[in-house]
């Protein structure tokens, strides 16, 4: 089992026997509503739907590929997922996340794909990888600031990198080779802006509801980005809690670089278990 598949069996394990653990503490234990500093670290659970194109400059070659369909990915995917956040006083604080999702196949093609000008045809024995790196910092400002709930509104950005690579049987030109790579690395910068508000129906409970948007169109560059997120924390002791989140990701990303081409489109959702340390 890889290092980072053991440290989410582990993160798992710990978080279960924390919830069954709870009861016993709760009364006597108080989430932190205000820290000055905030780690988060555990594992994200996901199921993704991708679907990229790789072309020429012109367009006039390369194809769009469903990565679960035509290249036969699994859409479970798994992560380790840490948050760190700071506060810089009463309404202002800074937050940052990082997280990569993995996925690699291989498999005989049942259709033919085009990547740019490498054109893999039906019956081939091809591996892909598709390797996703996602580093997101905000910045927020929290408007509304009550005892038990409050309402910020936050900018920032999501810097993701993308990573798509093809290895196999494939004709460039007239030529047939037995094994070609291609694919590309692309990076997308995308601002956000969005909202948080968080409400504690009790002093050891704390909900959580996120939402990040954007929608641009920069040089070579056309992105959209929609993130959503819900979460309920638990504290454990003084300055220790578990929690459980849902996240939904859905990108959008079309590039007309001098070059390539290239269409991305790109969701994932599912649930995120973690452990907080409030300092």
Known sequence: MMRADRFAVTIIRLCCGLVVALPATLAAQEIDPDPR???EAGVYLPEAETEIGLFEPDRSRGTLIS????????TDASSIDVTLGAKIDDRFFTEASVFALRRSTEVTLDDAI???????????QVKSDFETDVFRLSFGYRFVKKDNWELAAMVGAHLTDFAFRVVGEASVGTEQRTEVESGRTVLAPLPVVGLQAKYRPAKWLELRARGDVFDIEVGAYDGRLVNL???????????????VAFRTTDYRVRVNANRYAANLDYSFDGLRLFLRLSL
């Open 37 to 39: 500093f905030w780690l």
């Open 67 to 74: 990565l679960e369909d035509q290249l036969g990915f699994e």
């Open 114 to 124: 085009e990547v740019e000008d490498v054109v893999y045809p039906v019956g081939a």
């Open 229 to 243: 997120e819900a979460s309920a924390t638990a504290a454990i002791t003084g300055n220790l809690a578990a929690g």
